[in-house]
């Protein structure tokens, strides 16, 4: 019997997302939310269903922080935002207007479903010609990456991931950045 394999997570480049955001934002109606949506996903490590969640009060363009009302587990959490997506999210307010309800709202004002990013996302992929595996939580695995090779200490990626242990924080760097081991893995015996 043959077991049903996992596929390894994949991380992307800061090109392949630059150039991800760039297809996104040229969807006639929807570009502008969905590029801000990626970005923030990216930047904050969101999951999908979180930033789908988010409502405009979430929001606090002062203190810079979104409010994860509803993370895993239904476990509240603020995370912090870093200038690409300030300049996204701002942008994106400007032509949304500041009126009640979702962040990210659907043509019909609700709530966007995470499955319309789980369709997008594969097919902006191909239409720039990555070859990667490309997910709406592929970017929450980059966010974490790059955070890590950055030297953020593992208890700070923990709290932005919104994970309750260290050791799944640690569990999920290994899988998505071997970076450090295949690094120690070169260097032996370079001198």
């Known amino acids: 019997m043959l077991e049903c394999m996992k596929r ?3 991380t992307l480049t800061p090109a392949e997302v630059e150039a991800i955001v760039a297809e996104v934002a040229t969807k006639p109606r ?6 801000t949506m990626v970005v923030v996903l990216y930047c904050c490590g ?3 269903k979180e930033a789908c969640d988010l409502d405009i009060r979430d929001f606090d363009p002062k203190q810079k922080t979104l409010h994860v009302r509803h993370g895993k587990g239904d476990r509240a959490r603020k995370v912090g935002i870093e200038p ?5 999210l701002t942008e994106w307010i400007e032509k949304r207007g500041s009126h009640r309800g979702p962040l990210f709202p659907s043509r019909s004002g609700r709530t966007v479903s995470p499955c319309y990013f789980r369709k997008l996302l594969p097919e902006v992929a191909v239409q720039v010609g990555i070859e990667k595996r490309v997910h709406a939580h592929g970017f929450r695995h980059t966010c974490a990456a790059e955070m890590a090779n950055e030297g953020v200490p593992i208890h700070l990626i923990r709290d932005v991931l919104g994970h309750t242990n260290v050791s799944t924080t640690d569990t999920y760097l290994r899988q998505v950045n071997p970076k450090q081991v295949l690094d120690a893995m070169r260097a032996r015996r370079a001198g």
């Open 30 to 35: 929807t570009g502008k939310r969905d590029a």
């Open 46 to 48: 969101l999951r999908a």
């Open 84 to 88: 690409l997506a300030m300049k996204h």
């Open 8 to 10: 390894p997570p994949e």
